[in-house]
C-alpha cells in the first residue's frame, strides 16, 4: 500500500487538507497498551494523569484513534476516518495532552470559537488565492472512458472540467464519492465534465463500480498521467476553466473539499 502510505503521511502540519502520519517504532509498541476508553469519567481519568500542551512538537505518531485516544468534543471516542473528518473542520480545535516525558498520550478535540472558524476560512480562503496565482495550464492529455469515450482539452474547450484522481484502495478517495455523485447531478444539465482520473486498470474498476456507484467519466490507467500532473497525494480535485486553465487544486480528504469544489464550479458558470 505504498500509495496509501504517502497519502496518509500528507500534509496534518502544513495544511488542514489532509489526513497525515508517520508512525515509529516506539508508537507501535505502545499501541498495546492503549485502553478502550469510552466515557466522559474515562475521558477524564485519561487526560487528568497527563498535562495539556500548547503544541505538538516533532513527535511522530499515527493519528487513528487507536495508538492514541483522540476524544470528541463530548468524550467520545474518535476513531478511523472519523479522525480526519475533525482533523480538517475549522469547527473543532485540536489539543495534545502529554506525559511528564513529554510524550504525547492523548488527543481532545473542543468546539472552535466564532472567531476562531472565521481565521480559518480566511486562511484557507488566503492559501486558495495563492495556488490561483501559481497555477498553470493544465498539461494536455489523449484518454478514453470506460465507454469508450475520448477526451482531449480540444474538445472539452468551452466547459468547465472537473478532474478527481483517485485509486480503489484509497480509503479517502472512497470516503468522498457520496459527495461528489451530488455534485455531479447538480450540474448534469450544465456544461460541466466529471473526469476521475483512476490508477486502477479497466477490470478493477469495473467490479468497483459494480458495487459502488461513481458516476464521473472513470479514465483507467491513468497513473502516468497523474504523475505528469504532479499529483504526490491522493485523493487530488483540478477545477479547469473554459480555456483549459487550471484556476483551483486540492489534494487530500476534507469535509469541506466538495463544497469548494462546488463553489468554484458555480463561479465558473456565472
Not at 485516544?69 to 469547527?91: C, H, Q
Amino acid at each position: 500500500m505504498k500509495k496509501l502510505t504517502i497519502l496518509i503521511i500528507a500534509t496534518l502540519f502544513i495544511t488542514l487538507y489532509t489526513s497525515c502520519f508517520s508512525s515509529t517504532k516506539k508508537v507501535q509498541k505502545e499501541a498495546t497498551t492503549v485502553v478502550e476508553v469510552d466515557d466522559k469519567t474515562a475521558m477524564k481519568n485519561v487526560l487528568s494523569k497527563l498535562t495539556e500542551a500548547k503544541e505538538l512538537g516533532d513527535q511522530p505518531l499515527v493519528l487513528d484513534g487507536e495508538t492514541i485516544p483522540i476524544f470528541a468534543p463530548n468524550a467520545s471516542r474518535v476513531k478511523g476516518m472519523d479522525v480526519m473528518t475533525y482533523l480538517t473542520s475549522e469547527k473543532y480545535k485540536i489539543r495534545y495532552f502529554k506525559n511528564k516525558e513529554g510524550d504525547l498520550k492523548a488527543l481532545a478535540f473542543r468546539d472552535a470559537t466564532a472567531e476562531e472558524i472565521a481565521s480559518t476560512l480566511e486562511k484557507r480562503a488566503l492559501k486558495q488565492q495563492q495556488k490561483k496565482e501559481k497555477e498553470q495550464p493544465l498539461i494536455p492529455f489523449e484518454v478514453t472512458d470506460l465507454l469508450g469515450n475520448k477526451y482531449n482539452l480540444e474538445t472539452l474547450k468551452g466547459k468547465v472540467v472537473a478532474i478527481n484522481f483517485w485509486f480503489i484502495a484509497c480509503a479517502p478517495c472512497r470516503k468522498e464519492i457520496p459527495e461528489l455523485n451530488e455534485l455531479v447531478h447538480k450540474y448534469k444539465d450544465q456544461e460541466v465534465v466529471f473526469l476521475g482520473f483512476a490508477e486502477d486498470d479497466a477490470a478493477s474498476l469495473n467490479a468497483f463500480l459494480k458495487k459502488k456507484e461513481f458516476i464521473y467519466q472513470q479514465i483507467p490507467d491513468s497513473k502516468k498521467y497523474a504523475a505528469e500532473s504532479k499529483v504526490k497525494s491522493f485523493p487530488t480535485h483540478l477545477i479547469i476553466d473554459q480555456n483549459g486553465k487550471v484556476v483551483f487544486n486540492v489534494s487530500g480528504y476534507s469535509a469541506t473539499t466538495v463544497k469548494s469544489l462546488d463553489r468554484e464550479i458555480g463561479a465558473l458558470l456565472k
